[in-house]
């Protein structure tokens, strides 16, 4: 309640809008609205998002549900960040890294802003499985972001010449070439080549109970 109020008082001082004309846009009085600004009482979820949508704010929830924001301009990635900071993704296959099936999407939360389509996979296998140190072990879900730049020391997403499934291996350079390195030292590393296909860069790795 709080940082709705916060939220819908900074966005009228920036519109220039006051208390009545908000009032009249929404069809109630100055008084309503002010008991509402100054938690006099309590409007309802709608009520709430009925505010936003007056103010240009509609991207954000009121309820527990997460709507991507609009992040077309500065203001409303900030706002979003600030009011709003968890993001949903679709869960990926291996085999179509990227792409989700129309009518089976299923999403995971996370309040990682990704720069690119971002997306999720779970892990298979025990390739990233290290003995010690950081290891990322089968079942985890890995957040993959397409915009990130792949650069030497980060954990990636590739398809590797004639392979129809993404690989998921640490990118290393030595002696000026690249190789993308499982964490399990029992696997073999690959050769980072030109035919190779990068996906995306791996921002974060959860996993749940």
Same mark, same amino acid.
């Given at each position: ?9 900074? *966005?009228? *001082?920036?519109? &220039? ?17 002010? &008991? ?58 291996? &085999?179509?890294? =990227? &792409? ?5 999407? @299923? ?25 010690? =140190?950081?290891?990322?072990?089968? =079942? ?12 030497? =020391? ?14 998921? @291996? *640490? ?39």
């Amino acid at each position: 309640m709080d940082k709705w109020i916060e939220l819908v008082k900074a *966005k009228m *001082k920036e519109l &220039h809008i006051t208390q009545v004309v908000l009032a009249e846009r929404l069809g109630m009085s100055q008084g309503g609205v002010g &008991h509402w600004l100054t938690k006099r009482r309590q409007p309802s979820v709608d009520d709430m998002n009925r505010v936003l949508q007056e103010l240009g704010l509609e991207f954000l929830e009121v309820a527990m549900v997460i709507r991507e924001p609009d992040t077309s301009t500065e203001e409303g990635l900030a706002l979003a960040q600030k009011y709003n900071p968890y993001f949903r993704y679709p869960v990926s296959e291996w &085999h179509q890294v =990227g &792409h989700v099936r129309e009518g089976e999407i @299923r999403y995971e939360l996370t309040d990682y802003h990704a720069q690119g389509e971002a997306f999720w996979l779970v892990v298979m296998g025990d390739a990233m499985t290290a003995p010690s =140190g950081l290891s990322i072990p089968e =079942g985890m879900s890995i957040l993959v972001d397409p915009a990130i730049e792949a650069v030497p =020391g980060k954990l990636v997403v590739a398809y590797l010449p004639g392979s129809s499934d993404a690989t998921f @291996r *640490k990118l290393i350079e030595e002696s000026g070439q690249r190789y993308l390195v499982p964490l399990n030292p029992t696997y073999p590393k690959s050769l980072y080549t030109k035919q190779c296909r990068m996906i995306g860069v791996v921002v974060q790795a959860t996993i749940r109970f």
